[in-house]
């Protein structure tokens, strides 16, 4: 199947649920990946979160049953998943600037947001840099955390304090020589993201340097890499003060035009992070793990 398919087969199934129990594991399952990795494709893709998206479908819809229907705002607030109609009318107004009692009004003008279709969108006017490369086996060691899908504490927090305390810095000493795949361009700490299996709302994260000989590992989490098929994506050169949106732009560009058109998927939502600095400015590479489509 593929990823299309695949991918448009999770909107059928959060459409037909709209008004029930929407599991975001089953959502995932149908697009044969993780919950997590699921969730970042859907908003790299479409510029809007998986459970915003869900909101506005929700409220699209009980809008209509508003204007076509005599049917209780209770009961309409219940269908679509709010607790009481307290709830369901703040969350209504937010979407549509009007209360649900306006609605039914004649004339009152309201919001529709329809169902997503992902669709092959023919771009190409601007080139990808990427290769494509096979590794052996390879073991990372650094700081981890699991942290919550849609959680408030994120990877963002964990750099940030370990830059404030000195560990990027511990790591950076601790690393050792450049692993035989990297040059000296690159930096010693990366990030690696979904290297192993968690709870299902939870990914791992982890600030990591490659083992080497020369590596000091102790007191850190260590993790093997197996072999894989690497998909990387490379920046242009950059300014640190455009890192997010360089990084951003990546990821994007990987989802929505690399990946639906080139007959391979992710691998289980293993990814790298990977900076360096070449001429006094500075590049990122995004590492996924990917394998063709059978």
């Not at 990946?33 to 929700?58: D, G, K, P, W």
């Not at 601790?174 to 709302?201: I, M, R, W």
Request: proline share 3%.
């Amino acid at each position: 199947m593929d990823w299309l398919m695949r991918m448009n087969r999770a909107l059928d199934y959060i459409e037909v649920n709209l008004s029930g129990e929407i599991e975001l594991k089953e959502v995932a399952e149908q697009a044969c990946c993780s919950s997590h990795q699921f969730q970042r494709m859907f908003s790299f893709i479409t510029n809007v979160s998986l459970a915003e998206y869900i909101r506005r479908r929700r409220l699209t819809l009980a809008a209509i049953e508003l204007q076509n229907s005599k049917i209780k705002v209770v009961d309409i607030a219940l269908k679509y998943g709010y607790e009481s109609p307290v709830s369901f009318a703040r969350a209504f107004q937010s979407l549509h600037g009007v209360n649900p009692a306006m609605a039914r009004e004649e004339g009152t003008a309201l919001k529709a947001y329809p169902r997503l279709s992902f669709l092959i969108s023919i771009k190409g006017e601007t080139a990808m840099n990427y290769r494509i490369e096979t590794k052996e086996a390879f073991q990372i060691f650094g700081v981890a955390k699991v942290f919550q899908v849609n959680g408030v504490d994120t990877p963002a927090n964990l750099w940030k304090q370990s830059h404030e305390n000195g560990e990027v810095e511990r790591l950076a000493a601790n690393a050792g020589d450049h692993p035989d795949f990297l040059n000296g361009h690159y930096h010693k700490v990366h990030a690696a993201c979904s290297y192993q299996k968690t709870g299902e709302d939870t990914f791992p994260y982890m600030l990591c340097a490659f083992k080497n000989e020369t590596s000091k590992m102790d007191g850190y989490t260590s993790v093997m890499i197996p072999a894989h098929t690497w998909a990387i994506f490379s920046s242009d050169l950059f300014t640190w003060d455009q890192f997010d949106e360089t990084i951003e732009t990546l990821y994007k560009r990987f989802y929505s035009e690399w990946l639906p058109t080139t007959g391979y998927e992710q691998v289980e939502g293993l990814e790298f992070e990977i900076t360096g600095e070449k001429d006094g400015l500075n590049f990122v590479e995004l590492w996924f793990a990917v394998r063709k489509i059978s």
